[in-house]
C-alpha cells in the first residue's frame, strides 16, 4: 500500500493550495483519510478528516472555515483545498488512512498508513 501526497509549494499569506494524495495498493472503502501536518519542532497534529461516503468531515479548529477535505472514491484519493493560508499553516503535511474501518479520530496513532509528506511554506 502506498500513499503519495504533492501539491504542497510556496505561497503569500492569503493565497491557496491544493493537495492532493493518492493511493494505490489497495482500496479504501469504509475507511477515513485524513491529513495532518508538522511544523518544524512541533508535534504532528490533527488537520481534517473524511468517512468513505464523503458525508462527515471534521477539521482542527485552526483551520476550519478556511481549508476543505474531500475525497474521490474512484481514483482512491484525497484532497486538501486551503484557503487564506496564514504564515502558521507553513508545515510537511501527510495524508494517512485510518486503522479500523468506519473510524473518525484525530490522533496519529490510530492512522497506520501514511503519505510521505508534501511541504507547505507561507510568507508572510
Known amino acids: 500500500v502506498q500513499l503519495q501526497a504533492f501539491g504542497g509549494g510556496l505561497v503569500q499569506a492569503g493565497g491557496f493550495l491544493r493537495l492532493s494524495c493518492a493511493g494505490s495498493g489497495r482500496t479504501f472503502s469504509s475507511y477515513y483519510m485524513a491529513w495532518f501536518r508538522q511544523a518544524p519542532g512541533k508535534e504532528r497534529e490533527f488537520v481534517a478528516t473524511i468517512s468513505w461516503s464523503g458525508g462527515s468531515t471534521y477539521y482542527a479548529d485552526s483551520v476550519k472555515g478556511r481549508f476543505t477535505i474531500s475525497r474521490d472514491n474512484a481514483k482512491n484519493t484525497v484532497y486538501l483545498q486551503m484557503d487564506s493560508l496564514k504564515p502558521e499553516d507553513t508545515a510537511v503535511y501527510y495524508c494517512?488512512?485510518?486503522?479500523?474501518?468506519?473510524?473518525?479520530?484525530?490522533?496519529?496513532?490510530?492512522?497506520?498508513?501514511w503519505g510521505q509528506g508534501t511541504e507547505v511554506t507561507v510568507s508572510s
Open positions: 494517512a488512512v485510518a486503522k479500523y474501518s468506519n473510524y473518525r479520530s484525530g490522533r496519529p496513532e490510530d492512522y497506520n498508513y
